[in-house]
């Protein structure tokens, strides 16, 4: 009996000291972890956070261990929230991942993917849940930049040639349900090359940006003024109700391009050849009225004696 206590003995610290093992690897594992780590209760208050975590969102662990997911979660971001956390209690599914945004403790709001899982006991009773979070910030500001960069003109900021197809191709549809006319206006600005040349690109350029503002300023909020390239800029006019109504807008525009321009010490204006097709006047489908309209800007031109 004496040796077989002495064998129960022996295995029962060879288990404690195991356990022993394994939570300390645990506890190093989650506190050494270079992403966010949280267990938090049912209700959702942290009851264990790591120093990643911490970083994050800019508290220390002891400032953050006394919080919940609800008080650093973007408000708009909670309805989501609370329903992922509920499919997980009713055991719709063993884990989640999802992006949502927290709230610094400065006040940004940032980006993060963050992975849950459910912790059940041998009776399949829910007992705290396990998050690994990441900061993808950077990663959606990057991918920002290059959507932004995909559908606008990097020199004035205006959508360029890919945006205004896809906006006058929703235009078109909601002319066509609403039995509207809509408009597009090419204009190619006359002589430009010769700003340019004379003043340098950089006067240029800077003459670019302040003939896109001038646009943009002189048409309505649902207005599209978009740059095609060089010196040719767009102006889609949806919701038009009569066609008197496109001669009001283009009269505004040529106003505002004539405006002098100081730049460089030196001041000039410039003018602009014009091009308009009407929907359903000129064309039904987008490439129909962008041919139109180009084509019509085009015979303005020539009728100048201005080569394209």
């Known amino acids: 009996m004496k040796g077989q206590f002495s064998y129960c003995e022996n295995r029962h610290d060879t288990q404690a000291a195991a356990l022993?093992?394994?939570?300390?690897r645990f506890r190093l594992v989650f506190e050494n972890a270079p992403i966010g780590m949280v267990i938090a209760n049912l209700k959702g208050r942290f009851m264990r956070v790591n120093q990643a975590m911490a970083d994050i969102l800019g508290?220390?662990?002891?400032?953050?261990?006394?919080?919940?997911?609800?008080?650093?979660?973007?408000?708009?971001?909670?309805t989501k929230d609370m329903f992922m956390v509920s499919e997980l209690l009713h055991d719709k599914k063993p884990r989640f991942v999802?992006?949502?945004?927290?709230?610094?403790?400065?006040?940004?709001?940032?980006?993060?993917?963050?992975?849950v899982s459910l912790v059940r006991d041998a009776r399949r009773r829910p007992?705290?849940?396990?998050?690994?979070?990441?900061?993808?910030?950077?990663?959606?500001?990057?991918?920002?930049?290059i959507k932004h960069l995909a559908y606008h003109d990097p020199l004035t900021g205006l959508p360029n040639r890919v945006m205004l197809r896809d906006k006058l191709a929703v235009a078109l549809a909601q002319a066509r349900g609403n039995k509207d006319m809509l408009a597009v206006i090419f204009l190619d600005l006359d002589r430009f090359k010769v700003i340019n040349d004379t003043l340098g690109h950089y006067i240029g350029d800077q003459a670019l940006r302040l003939i896109a503002e001038r646009l943009t300023a002189s048409v309505r909020g649902s207005d599209i003024?978009?740059?095609?390239?060089?010196?040719?800029?767009?102006?889609?006019?949806?919701?038009?109700?009569?066609?008197?109504?496109?001669?009001?807008?283009?009269s505004k525009l040529m106003e505002a391009l004539q405006q002098p321009m100081r730049l460089a010490d030196r001041e000039f204006s410039v003018s602009a050849s014009i091009g308009i097709a009407l929907y359903?006047?000129?064309?039904q489908e987008s490439e129909e009225l962008l041919q139109v309209a180009d084509k019509a800007m085009y015979a303005a031109k020539q009728r100048k004696g201005i080569e394209s």
């Not at 998050?131 to 991918?143: F, L, N, P, S």
Request: charged content about 30%.
């Open 280 to 283: 359903p006047r000129d064309g």
């Open 59 to 78: 508290y220390s662990v002891d400032q953050l261990s006394a919080m919940n997911f609800a008080s650093i979660t973007h408000p708009e971001d909670l």
């Open 225 to 250: 003024v978009a740059r095609l390239g060089g010196d040719e800029f767009t102006v889609l006019l949806p919701g038009i109700g009569e066609e008197q109504d496109v001669f009001t807008v283009l």
């Open 98 to 115: 999802m992006e949502k945004r927290y709230l610094r403790r400065d006040g940004e709001i940032i980006n993060v993917t963050i992975h």
């Open 127 to 145: 007992r705290y849940f396990i998050a690994q979070i990441v900061d993808i910030t950077e990663r959606k500001r990057y991918e920002q930049t």
């Open 20 to 24: 022993r093992e394994s939570e300390e």
